[in-house]
């Protein structure tokens, strides 16, 4: 089986995360999420700063995750603005070579660099329909995203989780689907809600 293009699973998870983004309302701005350390709008803003900085990364350019832009509060288009930079990313991986060697300051593979940004996108899409009310869909099993991410998850989940990008894996239910696994790897409560309890 040929493996799928970073390109063609950013834009797979951007079909999704997009329409989440363009549906939060502004009154839920300062909501929890389910990275406790992020309301709904410092999670935009992290996002936003991941797609573009990973833009920069695509194209074996510096990063610079310093302090994060306030963009929601400097850009009443946000949310136009946010399917213009998810396009970008897509764009930029898509580039030739954009897949090969290595990228970013720890040297890592670019393909392992690219499905980092994959998961933000998928997981932290997931973070803000949850913490908004929105129901959200993952990319179907055809595109490869999840299957890709649980991968990925596998291969750095030990050292992600030294590092604090991770919790402990979460126990999920007998039946539950691949993007509950995948959240859960991830240390995400799948069942979680806005008031921090798990749903029936």
């Not at 329909?129 to 099993?141: K, L, N, W």
């Not at 590092?163 to 539950?176: I, L």
Request: hydrophobic share 45%.
């Amino acid at each position: 089986m040929t493996e799928n293009s970073i390109a063609d699973l950013l834009k797979a998870a951007t079909a999704h995360a997009v329409p989440v983004v363009r549906a939060i309302p502004d009154d839920r701005l300062t909501d929890p999420t389910p990275c406790a350390e992020y309301d709904v709008k410092a999670l935009l803003n992290h996002l936003f700063q991941v797609i573009v900085q990973f833009q920069a990364l695509a194209a074996k350019k510096d990063s610079a995750f310093g302090e994060t832009p306030d963009v929601v509060a400097e850009s009443p288009d946000w949310r136009d603005r946010f399917a213009d930079e998810a396009a970008k990313l897509v764009a930029g991986w898509a580039e030739p070579g954009a897949e090969e060697g290595t990228t970013g300051a720890m040297d890592m593979p670019a393909r392992t660099v690219g499905c980092m940004v994959l998961l933000d996108l998928t997981v932290h899409a997931w973070d803000l329909a949850r913490a908004t009310g929105q129901d959200f869909e993952a990319a179907p099993e055809s595109s490869g995203v999840v299957a890709a991410l649980r991968e990925s998850v596998a291969g750095l989940g030990p050292t992600a989780r030294k590092m604090g990008v991770f919790g402990e894996p979460v126990a999920v239910p007998e039946g539950a689907d691949e993007l509950e696994r995948l959240l859960a790897e991830t240390g995400r409560d799948p069942r979680w809600t806005p008031a921090g309890r798990a749903s029936a």
